[in-house]
């Protein structure tokens, strides 16, 4: 009954490694969220999904390619991994409504950590 | 600019009252958040409260809204051991996302 699952819980990976984050959510939201925590615990919003087109794109590097396969799935695949990319990420959705819209709903995260 | 500020660190004793502060910038924030986050786990929406209302009230939480000052407050009452967290303020603000201060990390103290 888990609401936003993300896949994997944990990555260790080497730099210049290519890796992918997959997440999935079963509310029926139609707009979905990736953040990136780093290890000061500051949280910032990466990218926003709403019915698979690309809403939010914040100052990311180009390495990092948002997909969205359907609404129920936004995956985060980075290029080149940097060790500055190690952090924990967590993907969200919510609904596009007007009442809705503004509530999210976190998955639990995945920490990647690049030596 | 968008901004969300708050303490890094809150110590209370069992039993007591805990009360975790926050200032925002963005004037045209239309709703406010507390959300809380336990090791390992992710953020969990713990309430929110929209940017007319002055008090929402849920349970052993109290969020006091002032709007002029921009400042919100998070007041946890008879706080328990369960209730050590960071506990994250954050803003929907007028570019359609949300921004999060930094946590205020709340322990408890027998």
């Known amino acids: 009954d888990t609401a936003v699952s993300q896949t994997p819980k944990y990555l260790v990976t080497q730099m210049g490694n290519d890796k992918s984050i997959k997440c999935e959510q079963n509310l029926g939201h139609d707009t979905m969220y990736w953040y990136k925590q780093d290890s000061k615990k500051f949280l910032k919003i990466m990218f926003s999904?709403?019915?698979?087109?690309?809403?939010i794109n914040e100052t990311v590097p180009n390495r990092f390619s948002p997909k969205s396969p359907d609404k129920a799935h936004l995956n985060l695949h980075i290029n080149s991994l940097e060790l500055g990319d190690s952090a924990v990420y967590f993907c969200a959705s919510s609904r596009s409504d007007r009442v809705g819209y503004h509530e999210q709903y976190f998955g639990p995260g995945t920490r990647l950590t690049v030596t | 600019g968008e901004d969300v500020e708050q303490s890094l660190f809150l110590s209370v004793r069992e039993g007591d009252s805990s009360v975790i502060n926050c200032t925002y910038t963005d004037s045209s924030s239309t709703y406010l958040y507390w959300y809380k986050q336990e090791p390992g786990a992710g953020l969990q929406l713990l309430t929110y409260?929209?940017?007319?209302?002055d008090m929402k009230q849920d349970q052993r939480l109290t969020v006091l809204l002032n709007k002029k000052d921009k400042h919100l407050s998070l007041r946890i009452a008879d706080t328990q051991t369960g209730d050590s967290a960071i506990y994250f303020c954050?803003?929907?603000?007028?570019?359609?996302?949300?921004?999060f201060g930094s946590g205020t990390r709340l322990s408890i103290r027998p």
């Open positions: 954050a803003e929907y603000s007028s570019a359609s996302k949300i921004i």
């Open positions: 409260i929209f940017s007319n209302m």
């Open positions: 999904y709403n019915n698979k087109e690309l809403i």
